[in-house]
């Protein structure tokens, strides 16, 4: 990849691009939607919204949220969403910010990172291997 790349916090005024990033990862929504929720993230100490920057602009982010169970001494962190801008995927960006929610989460005493990536996303689940995780078990939802 040419020039510099940086990993930062996001920021309230990252909403609109980082809606335009969602709706490339397959997830429609608009600014105004965006705004709030990420208003809720960077309110919560136990989550983070990781963006990366590339020639002067926010082109990926990482969101991860840390959690604590008591079947585990340690926490947990998931990451929650990834997404590369469509022009940018294979540069390793994807892999800059997975190396970063992983050192957020160290940091948090987590010790290890869980993520899901849905059944038809062939490509992330190899990019995931690559990355050295493992396919663990199945994840199941219910809409409430």
Known sequence: MGGTSSIRRTAAADAPRLAELLDQL???????SVAARLARLLADPAAAVLVACHGGGVCGFATVQSHVA????APSVQLTLL????????????RELVA?????????????LVLTTAAHRAGAHAFYERLGYALTGRRYAREL
Do not use: F, H, I, Q
């Open 70 to 73: 008591l079947n585990r001494d």
């Open 100 to 112: 970063a929610a992983e050192d957020w989460a160290r940091r948090r005493g987590a010790d290890r």
């Open 26 to 32: 397959g997830y429609p929504t608009d600014a105004a």
């Open 83 to 94: 997404v590369v801008a469509d022009g940018l995927r294979g540069s390793g960006l994807g």
